[in-house]
Structure formats: C-alpha cells, structure tokens
C-alpha cells in the first residue's frame, strides 16, 4: 500500500482529489524505469547527488513509499511529479516504480512539477524565478493568474522574477547560494556595476549585511530615500527620484508589457 502525502493546496487543486486520496492498487501501476523519460523543461536543474545516493539507499531498503505522478508519451511514460524519487531509483539499480498515470496537457505539467518543487523547496532562487518567467511567457498567464496557482503574492512573483536582470557573476551566486534572495535583492538596487562588484566581494566576505548594502544604494537625502521606498511598496518594483534645479522626474521599473500592464492598473490608467 502507498502511504498518502499531503502534497498542498496548490497540487490539490490540478490534481484530482479521488487520484491523491486513492490507495486502491488498480490507481497505481508499476512502471519499467527504462520506460519513463525526464522532462526537458524540469524547472529543477541541480540535483544533489549525495542527496540522491542517501534516497537510493532507503528505497534498497524500504522501496518507493509515494507513487511518481507521469503521463503517457508515445510509448513512454513523461515524469509530472517525482523526478527525485526517479532518480534515487535508477542510483539504486531498480527495474520498476509505482507510478500514477494522469491525462494533463503541457501547461498543467509544468505547472504541477513547479508547485511540487517548490512546496519542498528544491528549487534555488534562479531555478524559481526562471520558472515563474517561463510559464508566464510560454501560456501568456499574467502574474495575476500565476501568483493565485501557486497561493504565492503578484509582488513576490515579480520580485523573484527581477533577480534575472542580476548581472552574471551576482546570478551565479545567487543559485551556488553564496548569497540570500534578500540579499540579491540589494544588490539588485545598486546601478552601478563596480559598485556592486565590490560589495559582493565584501558580502562574500561576510564584511557587510543586507541593510549595509541597502545603506550604500540610496539616495543620501532622507526625504527622497522615503518616497522611493513608498514608491516601492506601492508599484512592488524599483522606483527613482530624479530631481532637478526645476523640477524632476519620477522612473518606474517595469519587467515586461504585463508587469506594465499591472503598474497601469495600479495607477488606474
């Protein structure tokens, strides 16, 4: 018998419940591994293989307790759900796995395999917001639509989307984890490139924090440093003040047409 696991709100709600609730054996089926192939857009792309090895031992010793959720392809089996255990599987030399087979089209896969991943929070901060861009872009979903799948808020959806615009190097370790989001998200507020070049040598270095590097980014004015940061929790997205001997102007930041669209609305344009 497969033992039931909660897989969240969010899985609930593309999954049938009778499928996730169901124990009868005739739900699930036993699947030749050499049958089943991986998903080419898997948002996860780092896989730890002690962590894998660790797995593969106590599947060698207790088997696969919760099925591996795919779809038929052909003549294959195309993984939704479980590419972990998948692997742990073939590392501990098994010829089959239990498997529930379910009808989804490519939208509903992607979206299922990106709440599972990050409802056990396996997926890295780069991992996560090139996920999030992906299906944006590929099903035209605005964030608003997005950001209700996944019981995520439409500010942390396009704040985790913006850490792409990171330069290379700050990217790279964002997804080593050298740095935090938060911290990231710092460095993100820092235009000029040998500026933030050298406090993310120090941040490495654990010479400085995140509200130092905050410090370091913002107008020396307290008065426009206050506006830009209510300009920021009011648009979710960077703001600058820009004032003149007459004058001034006001930049807003925007991702793409939607996140423009979403500013818009805001502004009820």
Known sequence: MVKKKGLGRGLDALI???????TNSDSIIEIELSKIIRREDQPRTNFEKDKIKELANSIKEYGVISPIIVRKSNEDYEIIAGERRYLA????????IPAIVKEMDDKEVAEV???ENIQRENLNAVEEAIAYKNLIEKYDLTQKELSDKLSKSRSYIT???????????????????????????????????KKRKLLLNKLL???????????????????????????LEKFATKVRIKPKRKGGKIEIEY?????????MEILEI
């Open 89 to 96: 599987s073939v590392e501990a030399k098994l010829d089959k």
């Open 16 to 22: 049938p419940q009778n499928i996730i609730e169901s």
């Open 255 to 263: 991702l793409s047409n939607e996140d423009l669209e979403r500013i």
């Open 159 to 193: 704040n985790t989307i913006r850490l792409l615009t990171l330069d290379e190097e700050s990217l790279e370790h964002l997804k080593k984890g050298d740095i935090t989001s938060s911290q990231a998200r710092s460095l993100l507020s820092i235009d000029d490139l």
């Open 113 to 115: 395999s990106l709440i």
């Open 205 to 231: 270095d654990k010479k400085t924090n995140v509200r130092e590097i905050e410090r370091s980014s913002k107008d020396e004015d307290p008065f426009l440093e206050d506006l830009q940061n209510r300009f």
